[in-house]
Structures are given as C-alpha cells and as structure tokens.
Nanobody, 125 residues
C-alpha cells in the first residue's frame, strides 16, 4: 500500500506559479509511474503530467506543455509539479497518483491504484 499526501495548492492570480508536492509513504515509489491528474467541477478527472519509474521519461498533456515540470526524488519518496504561467482554466483539484507497476500507461487514470486526497488550485484575478 502507498499513501499519498499532496500539498502546495492555493489561490493565485493568472500568470503566477505554484509548486505542488506529493509525499509518499508505506512503500518506495521507485517502481511506480508517478503522475498528477486534475478534476474541475463538472468534469472528468484528466491527466496532467507523469514521470516514469526510472525518472527518465516525462509526459504532459498538451495544455500544460511548456508551463509545467514534473520531477521526482526517489530517495525522499516525493514527486513535485511546478506550474508556471497559470491560467484560470488550470483551476481544479489536483491529485497525485502512483501506479502499481513500472510499465503502466502513464496517461491513463485506470493504471493508477493509489491516489492522494487532492489539493485545490484556484487561478483567479
């Protein structure tokens, strides 16, 4: 079992930056694909970014490419999502997710068996 706890969300203005953190416990994440998803009110949970188990590959949804960076520190069992140039459409609850297998499809939410409770990000002027 892996427990995930997100932090770093908040209310920011358009153009600001935020750093979301995810702390894992219960098991090392070194064999897990780690990802961030988000869910806005009335919408399905959508993929934002993922980092392969080795850390050698990263994946982003088109709407955040060039604005977000996902990184992981396996020695600290943490994953970070740095978001720059935030837009109102980035407003959502952001969830950290861990897969049970290092070979999981990084973009599919059905591949992730462990989820955090979410952290709210609101971008508004």
């Amino acid at each position: 079992q892996v427990q995930l706890v997100e932090s770093g969300g908040g209310l920011v203005q358009p153009g600001d930056s935020l750093r979301l953190s995810c702390a894992a416990s219960g098991r090392a994440i070194s064999n897990s694909v780690m990802a961030w998803f988000r869910q806005a009110p009335g919408k399905e949970r959508e993929f934002v970014a993922a980092n392969s188990a080795s850390g050698g590959s990263t994946y982003y949804t088109d709407s955040v490419k060039g604005r977000c960076t996902i990184s992981r520190d396996n020695s600290k069992n943490t994953v970070t999502l740095l978001m720059n140039s935030l837009k109102p459409e980035d407003t959502a609850v952001y969830y950290c997710a861990a897969s049970a297998s290092p070979y999981s499809d990084p973009r599919s939410r059905f591949e992730y068996g462990y989820w955090g409770q979410g952290t709210q990000v609101t971008v508004s002027s």
